[in-house]
């Protein structure tokens, strides 16, 4: 094993990534609508025209223009304005684009937490992609996940034995750098400026730079009394963070189960959609079942030809970890494919899941019968491969759905 992993992993026993998205809202615009790759274009918080609309992201070409989040319409020159485009901003595309993102660093882990709009934590610890390629390439293994879906151009990625610790070296690696720190005294942590720190509120900054403490070392100093002193009870969080340690900074990582088909062309056959919908679900309950999981709530995603995207909501009547009632699905698929336009992708997550602790058998008075099929299906596709077999409630379904 890498000597550098080995020394992380026993350090903490932990190994955290975090993939930091610079100009998220701008990112999700250009990875989402060909139209605007390459193209000088602001996000704005609200439509044109009303009081005081600020830019809340822009393109790297429009900041090549002096064009910045943060500033005010009427703060852009006049020629300038004819030279850029204005989007609103589409907080369904941005809730599309969170769900894609964790989707796609799957193929790292499926320990995977939201922490900000722009912000994901992974924990990585003993992932055959680490083991593969060494953490840095770890790193760039991750960049290329997100690189090639959702299509996310800039990608900064930090690696570290906490959640903290990472988190301030990928805002150190913004743009599109990787950074290691393989402990709290690394000077990539110690030198970073304090700005970095996560849940720094703005009162909190502005007195740290009127007493000129602007690095993480020189805040790590002042000691946890001093901290204490200036800030009452928050400055043991700020003395925690200079040492890099992990409060609340980010909460437990727990494995999203999810699963998604991509269609080799665009589909709009009822029949045909809602055998994929099927085989996606399929594909979620086998995930469900090697983690011993049972699950109460999915979310069903749709995403057209034209890149729009639909969820619902599917609510089991019981835990499980089978596919009970196959008209469920049906229905809610119908309810949520309205606009009658070829479908591109069809997914599936968990958004709700417990221990099995053999919890089945309260709900299920032919669960032997059951897991005996779910056992032969599963031992067919070790042998042959997860297509080898479709699970028989494929067939049980008659096109009315009963």
Request: one cysteine or more; glycine letters at 6%; proline letters at 3%.
């Amino acid at each position: 094993m890498n000597t550098e992993i080995s020394r992380l992993a026993k350090l903490h026993n932990r190994i955290f990534a975090v993939a930091h998205l610079p100009n998220f809202q701008a990112q999700v615009i250009s990875a989402y609508y060909k139209d605007y790759r390459n193209q000088a274009f602001v996000v704005t918080e609200q439509a044109l025209g009303r009081h005081k609309t600020t830019i809340i992201a822009s393109s790297g070409e429009a900041q090549q223009m002096g064009i910045f989040s943060g500033m005010a319409i009427h703060e852009i020159d006049g020629d300038l304005k004819h030279k850029i485009q204005f989007v609103p901003r589409s907080k369904t595309l941005e809730q599309n684009a969170h769900a894609d993102v964790i989707r796609a660093v799957d193929c790292i882990t499926p320990m995977v937490k939201r922490l900000s709009d722009n912000e994901y934590l992974l924990d990585i610890t003993g992932t055959p992609t680490l083991r593969r390629c060494g953490i840095e390439g770890a790193g760039n293994e991750l960049k290329t996940c997100l690189r090639n879906q959702p299509g996310f151009t800039n990608v900064a990625v930090g690696i570290a034995q906490s959640k903290i610790c990472a988190r301030v070296v990928a805002r150190k690696a913004i743009p599109e750098g990787i950074i290691v720190c393989n402990s709290s005294a690394n000077p990539e942590f110690l030198q970073a400026a304090v700005d970095l720190l996560p849940n720094l509120t703005t009162p909190e900054k502005e007195k740290l730079h009127k007493l000129g403490i602007l690095r993480i070392n020189q805040l790590r100093n002042l000691g946890r009394g001093i901290l204490r002193k200036l800030f009452g009870k928050n400055g043991e969080r700020l003395f925690a963070a200079s040492m890099g340690m992990d409060l609340d900074v980010a909460g437990e990582v727990v494995a999203l189960i999810a699963e998604e088909e991509v269609l080799e062309v665009d589909v709009n056959d009822l029949e045909e959609l809602f055998k994929i919908v099927l085989r996606v679900t399929d594909r979620v309950f086998d995930k469900i079942q090697q983690r011993k999981k049972l699950v109460k709530k999915l979310v069903l995603t749709i995403q057209y030809g034209d890149n729009q995207k639909t969820e619902t909501q599917v609510d089991l009547p019981y835990p499980t970890n089978r596919i009970e009632n196959p008209k469920l699905l049906r229905d809610r698929f119908v309810e949520t494919y309205t606009r009658r336009v070829a479908l591109r992708s069809i997914s599936i997550r968990v958004v709700k899941s417990q221990p099995e602790h053999g919890q089945l058998l309260l709900f299920d008075s032919t669960s032997h019968k059951k897991q005996k099929r779910t056992q032969a299906i599963k031992d067919v596709r070790a042998r042959f491969g997860f297509g080898a077999i479709e699970n028989g409630n494929y067939f049980g379904v008659s096109k009315t759905g009963k």
